[in-house]
């Protein structure tokens, strides 16, 4: 069984950042693939980072070059820093764990989802 419980959402004004976290249990963390999705009202869910175990990054093009993931394998965590936000970016944002350790990671490959944040980008 896998926890993972996701922190660091909010009210942010357009420009503005956020760094999301993502804990998780019950599971040895460094050998899989993690990866943040989001849900927009109306939308349909997007990918929009993972990292291999290995560390190698993947972004959905709406994020690239705004959005930076990571992890620390020591406390068992994956973050999300994320940079220049726009209202398009408001979404309840999900961390999920991988069915693997190693990229390619596509939607589908994830068997964990944590419970969601809120990212609300409003002035």
């Known amino acids: 069984q896998v926890q993972l419980v996701e922190s660091g959402g909010g009210l942010v004004q357009p420009g503005g950042s956020l760094r999301l976290s993502c804990a998780a249990s019950?599971?040895?963390?460094?050998?899989?693939?993690m990866g943040w999705y989001r849900q927009a009202p109306g939308k349909q869910r997007e990918l929009v980072a993972t990292?291999?175990?290995?560390?190698?990054?993947n972004y959905a093009d709406s994020v690239k070059g705004r959005f930076f993931i990571s992890r620390e394998n020591a406390k068992n965590t994956v973050y999300l820093q994320m940079s220049s936000l726009s209202p398009e970016d408001t979404a309840v944002y999900y961390c999920?764990?991988?069915?693997?350790?190693?990229?390619?990671?596509?939607?589908?490959?994830?068997?964990?989802w944590g419970q969601g944040t809120q990212v609300t980008v409003s002035s």
């Open positions: 999920n764990k991988a069915i693997g350790g190693f990229g390619p990671v596509n939607q589908g490959d994830f068997d964990y």
């Open positions: 990292i291999t175990r290995a560390g190698s990054r």
């Open positions: 019950g599971s040895i963390f460094n050998i899989y693939a």
